[in-house]
């Protein structure tokens, strides 16, 4: 679900919310659209999910 929380002249804040509880799915959601953000191909956005029972390491630990 994809809604739009806040909207004016300068920004708009979009809220999405994921049905998926599948970590792979989620975490490959966040990274797109975290790149899509910082290049400016996107409105600032809130992305809710919960992940089925996991483990998530970084990349860096």
């Not at 992305?47 to 970084?58: A, Q």
């Amino acid at each position: 679900m994809v809604d739009t929380l806040l909207r004016d002249d300068a920004r708009e804040l979009r809220v999405i919310v994921s049905e998926s509880t599948d970590p792979a799915a989620n975490l490959s959601l966040e990274a797109g659209l975290f790149e899509r953000v910082e290049r400016g191909e996107s409105s600032d956005s809130l992305l809710f999910y919960v992940n089925s029972t996991c483990l998530v390491r970084g990349r860096t630990r």
